[in-house]
């Protein structure tokens, strides 16, 4: 008997066990973003709903060049733009990237003689031992590219500028450049040093997130106090002539917030520009172009984009989210429109369309990414990718669901009282999953003995039949001694 209450224990734990996994994993459903899901207006789908077809009408000399929005990343145009070519002077772009994030604008930065006389090309004629801010360095590297504070820059943040190439190196890999070396810091010719037209969008788009950057770059003029090697006040003037008119206005360009310059004679023209309109920001990269094509073409690439394209904020337009399993969350449940939403999506996030397209033409799916424990959305717009919006998940303990069937019971009703979806708190959902595996339990435990009463019955009394006739003979036994005891006594008295 003991034996099979052991094994229906044993089958009950196992079953107790399976039951209690499968409550903590619906449960962790509802506090943990791990699904994914698409997301329509109302009567749309990409199947019935004609797209605005993506605008290809527009035409560049620039052998390599790319047009992305800021905000999303999405590639626009492109022309060859995965070809590797020298960059020259818009390298500067990633060493101020670097040393930004690795310094503060009120270091002094000492001028070595290898920074001074290794150098050659651009220049504002600093000297070995002078000293200036880190702030000054920048603003000498990007308006006037100057080369020596380039240098100056990586061997004070870094030892030396082998070292900070290495960090330039690491960076590129960390924002997806997948075809760029650097081998110094300001552009020089090296046969070991190039980058992309794609790379370089990737490199500018993460330096404009810079509100530093963004500030230096986009300064038509600037002045260098003395220094301890020069008593006059040194003047800078933004070499990027879409912003500044330093030789000529006439590629001034309307909306222009910045940017960065590049020649030298192995790597033609190259050119990173930034321009804004409309609450649109673009970043447009020209390489191996000849002047002024790197002027003319980026002029024309910021019209198309400008005429062809808008941005959507996704928070205002986002509505609606459906898990596909349809497992825990009703497919019809409003999620992101109300301040009971147990998910709150990035405010600023944007996606960008053709000026013809509509929100409701896009297809949003939540992704989270184990590695980095992030989660989003990302939607894209026939095969492009358009755009993506942080999610956060909200405090669940405080959130309640409104059913299916509340909403169903809730629309049958004409007051204003029984319109009202019934809130379920999440801790009567758990209450219930474990009042229904006891339930469970009890039915296995029930079914499991009626199958086997008989079985039980019969192993029962063979257990208490052999348990008796053990009993008996050793009742037999005493007897029998007791006998022998007596028998023994009588023969001593004879």
Avoid at 130 to 151: D, H, I, K, R, V
Avoid at 208 to 213: A, G, V
Wanted: proline fraction near 3%.
């Amino acid at each position: 008997m003991d034996k099979i209450i052991y094994k229906v224990v044993k089958k009950l734990h196992i079953l107790i066990v399976m039951v209690a996994i499968l409550s903590f994993t619906v449960a962790g459903a509802a506090g943990t973003l791990v699904s994914y899901g698409a997301t329509d207006s109302p009567d749309t789908s990409e199947e019935d709903q004609e797209l605005a077809e993506w605008p290809v009408d527009v035409s560049i000399n620039a052998p390599n060049a790319i047009l992305m929005d800021y905000s999303t990343g999405t590639v626009l145009y492109e022309k060859n733009s995965n070809e590797q070519h020298y960059p020259a002077s818009i390298t500067k772009i990633m060493t101020a990237l670097v040393a930004i994030e690795n310094s503060s604008l009120d270091e002094m930065v000492t001028f070595s003689k290898e920074a001074v006389y290794s150098t050659e090309g651009s220049s504002i004629a600093r000297d070995v031992g002078e000293e200036m801010t880190m702030e000054q360095c920048l603003y000498g590297m990007l308006l006037e590219s100057a080369n020596e504070c380039a240098y100056a820059i990586g061997e004070h943040v870094a030892g030396s500028e082998e070292a900070f190439v290495q960090m330039m190196n690491e960076k590129a890999s960390e924002l997806g450049c997948v075809n760029t070396h650097f081998n110094n810091t300001n552009g020089l010719p090296d046969e070991e040093h190039y980058t992309t037209a794609y790379d370089m969008a990737l490199i500018s788009r993460a330096a404009y997130d810079n509100e530093t950057f963004r500030v230096i770059c986009g300064t038509g003029h600037y002045e260098i106090a003395p220094t301890n090697k020069h008593s006059d006040v040194t003047y800078l003037r933004n070499h990027h002539s879409m912003l500044y008119p330093l030789k000529t206005d006439k590629y001034l360009y309307d909306g222009c917030t910045g940017g960065k310059t590049g020649y030298t004679t192995v790597a033609n023209s190259t050119l990173v520009t930034y321009a804004q309109r409309n609450s649109m920001t673009l970043i447009c990269v020209i390489m191996n172009a000849d002047s002024p094509d790197h002027y003319t073409d980026t002029a024309t690439l910021f019209d198309w984009g400008f005429e062809n394209f808008r941005v959507w904020n996704i928070s205002e337009n986002e509505t609606k989210f459906s898990d596909p399993q349809e497992s825990f969350f009703d497919t019809d449940a409003e999620v992101f429109e109300t301040d009971e939403s147990m998910i709150s999506i990035d405010e600023s996030a944007e996606v960008i369309l053709p000026v013809n397209g509509d929100f409701s033409g896009t297809k949003g799916q939540m992704i989270h990414d184990e590695e980095t424990g992030e989660s989003y959305m990302q939607y894209t717009y026939g095969d492009k990718i358009v755009g993506k919006a942080a999610l956060t998940m909200e405090n669940l303990a405080a959130k309640t669901f409104d059913m299916p069937s509340d909403r169903a019971a809730a629309s049958s009703d004409v007051s204003n009282e029984s319109n009202r979806p019934i809130e379920i708190p999440l801790t009567m959902v758990l209450i219930g999953i474990v009042v229904a595996a006891g339930v469970v339990v009890l039915i296995v435990v029930i079914v499991y003995i009626s199958r086997n009463f008989y079985i039980i019955r019969h192993k029962f009394e063979t257990h208490r039949a052999a348990g008796s006739s053990n009993v008996m003979s050793r009742r037999e036994l005493r007897r029998m001694k007791k006998e022998q005891r007596r028998e023994r006594k009588r023969l001593k008295k004879w």
